[in-house]
């Protein structure tokens, strides 16, 4: 790819008191193999009490950078905000604790030349191998990408910290749902909303991109409870549409699930990790149940 065919591309990262993570999120896009006057990259604090001015500093000659600030609205609204900013023909998400690998934006604008009207997700794969809970989390989403793009031009699912879309239809379409603030749900209500508005999305597992998420037993249950929370709103969402009910998945889905870290049979964690995929879900269900009747009680 040359640079007069490379197209524009707008990365934006929303942070919220990581300025370590973010460090290496920039770093990581500072070595992408894509031509320097082809890309820029948006960071938006979202109302953290870090002052994120010294750790763009390091990047002044690196990268066509912008620092953008709000007050704390949730990642959903500091990707529109950043996008509202974004000077590219597509705009590419991720998060700062990701590092992007340095093929990921010529994978995505390889994809894009073919298909310029669809949105394209990459491949999530856990930085933190020796973290049980990072590596219960990353068999859950290569489960979930199994299952849900296993035709890759017609994919039904690709999460925020991998994915780019044409400027112009993100806008068009009103963003990212901002009903519910916390990171959870609103990629998987995106993506079902840019299906329903007719469009079409691509999984690209050449668009690698590298999560750093360093999970506790504790960050481990909160994060999936709050799964749990954002798919009473994304539910919401759909029926504020007028679609049909998520039809609830054959048991065949969830046994595959928890059996598919035995394909990794090298792993003598892997019953562990099974247990903890199951844990997953029991804290899903609760956090539905909890909004639910916190929803009927106010």
Request: net charge positive.
């Amino acid at each position: 790819m040359t640079m007069r065919d490379a197209p524009f591309f707008s990365i934006v990262i929303p942070t919220y008191n990581r300025p370590a993570q973010l460090s290496a999120c920039l770093h990581a896009c500072a070595r992408l193999d894509y031509p320097r006057d082809c890309f820029e990259v948006i960071v938006v604090d979202d109302g953290g009490t870090t002052a994120l001015g010294a750790v763009v500093a390091q990047f002044h000659g690196m990268l066509t950078l912008k620092l953008l600030r709000q007050a704390n609205a949730g990642p959903g609204a500091a990707r529109n905000r950043g996008a509202a900013e974004a000077r590219g023909d597509f705009v590419a998400f991720t998060d700062d604790d990701c590092s992007p690998a340095p093929e990921w934006l010529r994978a995505l604008a390889a994809q894009f030349a073919a298909s310029p009207e669809c949105a394209v997700g990459g491949q999530t794969l856990n930085a933190l191998a020796h973290n049980l809970y990072s590596t219960a989390s990353q068999h859950l989403i290569a489960y979930l990408f199994s299952y849900y793009n296993g035709v890759p031009h017609a994919a039904r699912f690709c999460p925020s910290n991998n994915l780019a879309l044409p400027a112009k239809s993100f806008l068009a379409m009103g963003g990212f749902d901002t009903t519910y603030r916390w990171a959870a749900a609103e990629d998987r209500e995106l993506c079902d909303r840019w299906l329903h508005d007719g469009h079409r999305m691509i999984y690209a597992s050449d668009a690698v991109v590298y999560h750093a998420h360093d999970l506790t037993m504790r960050t481990f249950l909160r994060q999936h409870f709050r799964y749990g929370q954002g798919a009473f709103y994304f539910h919401k969402a759909r029926a504020r549409r007028g679609q049909r009910r998520v039809k609830v998945e054959p048991p065949a889905f969830y046994f595959n699930m928890f059996c598919y870290p035995l394909v990794d049979a090298k792993r003598i964690d892997s019953l562990i990790v099974i247990l903890l995929l199951v844990v997953t879900q029991v804290a899903n269900v609760a956090g539905v149940f909890f909004e639910r009747t916190r929803q009927k009680l106010a």
